[in-house]
């Protein structure tokens, strides 16, 4: 049973606009959230976090979004950048166990 | 700054022998992770270290084990390699246990044959 979903395989955002990625969770001992960002033949490089105490989180162009009662969170990207073109994935931890949880990811593409 | 550095590369092994995934930090981490990523999926944690001396199992630790020397190396091992453990395998570490950004190396892709 997968607790971190990405339902998402694919997004594809005009330059310039908005990219908005949205994972969900089942485990509600989770407390903490994380999303990376992996260009293909990398390693993931971490973007930004959230604490389950707060319900967002902002670093530049990057921002999340926590909803804890809908077992929500979403990454708002603006204005999205050709870079930004990679796939997202979404992580938790807490709930008592060691390491991450990870979504299957979301393929970001910028189009130009 | 090298951060994690993960050896090999690639590895193309035949079924049956055995195969040391490397893994060294610079980063004086206490902790470190083992995870592996199959096509379609996310990242799942094989093991895990919270401090030299100590490891632990995460959600697919079969047919893996792992040692925990000093603080900077992590290598993990597959004793008898099997077809389904080709996958592409990462080692991360943070600077504690738990709630902390983890960091990731470049990967070793290994295929099993």
């Known amino acids: 049973d997968q607790q971190v979903k990405q339902n998402s395989p694919s997004l594809s955002v005009q330059e310039g606009r908005i990219s908005i990625l949205n994972c969900d969770y089942t485990n509600s001992m989770f407390d903490y959230f994380l999303w990376y960002k992996k260009y293909p033949a990398e390693g993931p490089t971490f973007l930004i976090s959230?604490?389950?105490?707060?319900d967002k989180n902002e670093d530049g162009r990057f921002t999340v979004f926590l909803n804890k009662s809908a077992k929500h969170l979403s990454l708002h990207i603006v204005p999205s950048q050709p870079g930004d073109s990679a796939v997202y994935f979404c992580a938790a931890s807490g709930g008592g166990a060691d390491g991450l949880t990870f979504g299957k990811g979301t393929h970001l593409i910028i189009q130009p | 700054i090298a951060g994690i550095t993960q050896a090999p590369t690639s590895q193309i092994l035949a079924a049956g022998r055995r195969m040391t995934l490397r893994c060294t930090q610079d980063m004086r981490h206490n902790a470190m992770y083992w995870y592996r990523q199959d096509l379609g999926l996310g990242l799942r944690l094989i093991h895990y270290?919270?401090?030299?001396?100590?490891?632990g199992k995460g959600e697919v630790p079969d047919g893996y084990s792992v040692s925990r020397a000093n603080t900077d190396d992590f290598p993990l091992t597959l004793a008898s390699a099997v077809p389904s453990q080709t996958s592409v395998y990462f080692c991360?570490?943070?600077?504690?246990?738990?709630?902390?950004?983890?960091?990731f190396g470049d990967g070793t892709r290994l295929s099993i044959l």
């Open positions: 959230i604490s389950s105490i707060k």
């Open positions: 991360a570490s943070s600077i504690v246990p738990g709630n902390q950004p983890q960091h």
């Open positions: 270290s919270n401090t030299a001396g100590t490891t």
